[in-house]
């Protein structure tokens, strides 16, 4: 099946510092992966929607400058968030697009990367 | 704008219990309708979907049945098992023909089942 990675899985870092977060697709290329974030017990928030080779689509009251997306190939995607600050701390989710046999579009998710900022 | 709202939780069971986990939504037109499983420290996993009204989804025991008259998405198992336990997320998709596009999810319910 799909699989979808990131990197790190967890991370620590100091306020004021930016930290990077790698979501790939392992089996199979995805021109559109999407970022979420999920604060404790609650659902997941759609962040944006990272096109390969081209800008970031951010949802509405997401900061594009310091969440920065680059999706430079088809198989990885990058969230950097900087000047980090502790009310960022969450844990962030990617999910990539691929197209099913049955022609329809899925989602498959990565395991999340848990980002705590001191 | 569309929104999912699913019971609040934790529900707690005991191993062979019957699971209902109600899921309503609010949406324009014919949204594809999903439930995943986030099991401790890892991401969501696709339970099963439903694109169309009056279709079925199931996998692993679990049911769920697009009902557009009652807008509901509800998530059955007739007896579950300790490796149940996880966070339930109920989610549409504006998109007739999958989830492939922005999804909305619901709140999340947690679910543990004890022996």
């Known amino acids: 099946g799909a699989v979808v990675s990131q990197h790190p899985s967890w991370v620590i870092c100091k306020s004021g510092t930016s930290v990077k977060i790698e979501c790939r697709s392992l089996d199979f290329q995805a021109t559109t992966m999407f970022w979420y974030r999920q604060f404790p017990k609650q659902s997941l928030m759609l962040m944006a929607t990272s096109n390969e080779g081209s800008k970031a689509t951010y949802e509405q009251g997401v900061e594009k400058d310091k969440f920065l997306i680059n999706h430079a190939s088809l198989t990885l995607s990058t969230l950097t968030v900087t000047s980090a600050h502790p009310e960022d701390s969450s844990f962030y989710i990617c999910?990539?697009?691929?197209?099913?046999?049955?022609?329809?579009?899925?989602?498959?998710f990565g395991p999340g990367t848990r980002l705590t900022v001191t | 704008g569309n929104s999912v709202t699913q019971m609040e939780g934790p529900v707690t069971l005991s191993e062979e219990a019957f699971l209902t986990i109600n899921c309503t939504y609010t949406a324009t037109g014919y949204p594809s309708l999903f439930w995943y499983v986030q099991y401790p420290g890892e991401g969501l996993q696709l339970l099963l979907k439903?694109?169309?009204?009056?279709d079925k989804g199931s996998n692993k025991g679990f049911e769920a049945t697009y009902r557009k008259e009652t807008t509901s998405f509800h998530l059955e198992k007739g007896s579950v098992q300790v490796s149940d336990s996880a966070v339930y997320f109920c989610?549409?998709?504006?998109?007739?023909?999958?989830?492939?596009?922005?999804?909305?999810f619901g709140t999340g319910t947690q679910l543990k089942v004890e022996l």
């Open positions: 439903a694109t169309k009204a009056d």
């Open positions: 989610a549409l998709s504006p998109m007739v023909t999958g989830g492939g596009n922005k999804l909305t």
């Open positions: 999910s990539a697009r691929v197209r099913a046999g049955t022609g329809i579009y899925e989602q498959y």
